[in-house]
């Protein structure tokens, strides 16, 4: 079971207030700037617990992808502790950075792979960009935050399990890979100089905060889902439209312009139901 050393990041979600816990400053000042958008004061009342912690007691971030046992241990308010998975090199459960997926958030909250972006025309209708890892969505986001859409979030979609057609603005940080940067020529190494680099499978990542991308779409705005651009990489150029999504096979270093062209479709064609 966890002890209690370490210490504590407050967060809010959606309403409810979340605690984690880290045994590692170097975790801590980690967390602090991956969820800096979520940040609540010390001494508001925690309704969820969230432990992270290595076999050797070190760093918890610093053993991502690498063999070290790593742990994630939860609880509510007052209840007992609770292993949520324990690994060496892959997790194979969602990561619970953010909690979306731990009660009582995973009963409002349903999650998806991708990226969601508010149209330029200051409207709440919202794009989202899916397709597997490796497809492109992040290069995609950065490029339409540069030509003024707002960004709503990266590598989740945040929907409402009540509202299929609503989505949530989740702040974190965009990952940008490295072998990508020669597709984003204005992210010079001033501006990278001194963001937070990982790790990944993908090579190195840079966790870059939006707001330094582009602007963000307020916290609390209602956001539709309006439509939807599916990625999928190919050397051969295609694009195929079904009601509200539109289907592209692309080579991110060949395609770039017209995977551009075609988000730039109206808002509002869809029916709210694209993802």
Known sequence: MPDSGGTTVLT??????????CPDPADTAHLRYYLSDHLLPDG????????LETADGGSFTQALG?????????RPTAGPWRLYEEWGT???????VPPFGLPPLRDRLRLRHGAALAAPDGSARTLAVTGASGAGK???????LRQGWSFVSDDLLVMDRQDPGRLHYYGRPVGVRER???????????????VPCLPT?????????PQRLGRCAPVD?????????????????????????TYVTWDPHLHLEEVLAVCRRPAGEGDGHAA
Request: net charge positive; glycine share 4%; aromatic share 10%.
């Open 201 to 209: 499978r993908w090579g190195r990542t840079w966790m870059v905060r």
């Open 221 to 245: 705005q209602p956001l539709r889902l309006a439509w939807r651009l599916h990625l999928t990489r190919g050397a051969r150029f295609t694009v195929r439209t079904a009601g509200p999504t």
């Open 138 to 144: 992040s290069v995609v986001l950065v490029h339409l």
């Open 12 to 21: 809010r979600f959606r309403g409810v207030t979340v605690a984690f816990r």
């Open 44 to 51: 508001s009342p925690v309704e969820l617990t969230v432990r």
């Open 90 to 96: 892959h997790a194979l459960l969602p990561s619970p």
């Open 180 to 194: 990508n940067l020669r597709l984003l020529p204005w992210l010079d190494a001033a501006l990278l100089s001194d």
């Open 66 to 74: 690498t063999p070290a046992t790593k742990r994630v241990w939860w």
